[in-house]
């Protein structure tokens, strides 16, 4: 009897180590600039903040979803204040999470900031032409060469 409590009581350790380990221990950082299309207060027992932003490389261009995950009430706040406005969110990559309640994805933003310039246009810049005035008909005493036949068997057009 004993044996089975301590071995329970292991598994038990275990398994409160590994939820530390990957809440506490970020996997990767950094961050994403994009518009907020969603953001919402979600779950049944444990309420996080579920957002999604559009990240668009240059304009016209189909943009690119960032689904995240937010803990921190003074977070979504920021988030919510900045609405409307291209934002950069800085964030922390939390892998096997063992359960939802600490959010629905693996990216946890731990701050947000307003961008104010817009994407550039990675298309290169078209000057305007000056009109080119407009050349005069051959003369009278110039004559010009006749196009080559094609190959026989060839359609031309």
């Known amino acids: 009897m004993r044996a089975i409590s301590l071995f ?5 350790l275990t398994l409160i180590g590994w939820l530390w380990l ?6 990767s950082e ?4 994009g518009y907020v299309q969603k953001f919402s207060r979600k779950g049944w027992l444990c309420k996080t903040w579920e957002g999604e932003i559009a990240m668009v ?17 003074a977070v979504a706040a920021q988030i919510n204040a ?5 934002v950069v969110l800085t964030y922390q990559q939390h892998k096997f999470i063992p359960t939802s309640c600490f959010g629905e994805t693996e990216y946890f933003v731990t701050s947000a900031r307003a961008l104010n310039d817009q994407p550039a246009s990675l298309a290169p810049a078209v000057a305007p032409q000056a009109a080119q005035p407009l050349q005069p008909p051959p ?5 010009t060469p006749p196009a080559p036949a094609a190959p026989a068997g060839t359609v031309g057009y």
């Open 8 to 12: 329970l009581g292991l598994i038990l």
């Open 30 to 33: 950094g961050e994403r600039a």
């Open 139 to 143: 003369s009278a005493g110039t004559t």
């Open 82 to 86: 900045l609405a409307g406005q291209r």
């Open 57 to 73: 490389t240059m304009p016209g261009a189909i943009p690119d979803r960032f689904e995240f995950s937010s803990r921190d009430d």
């Open 22 to 27: 990957t809440v506490s221990w970020s996997y």
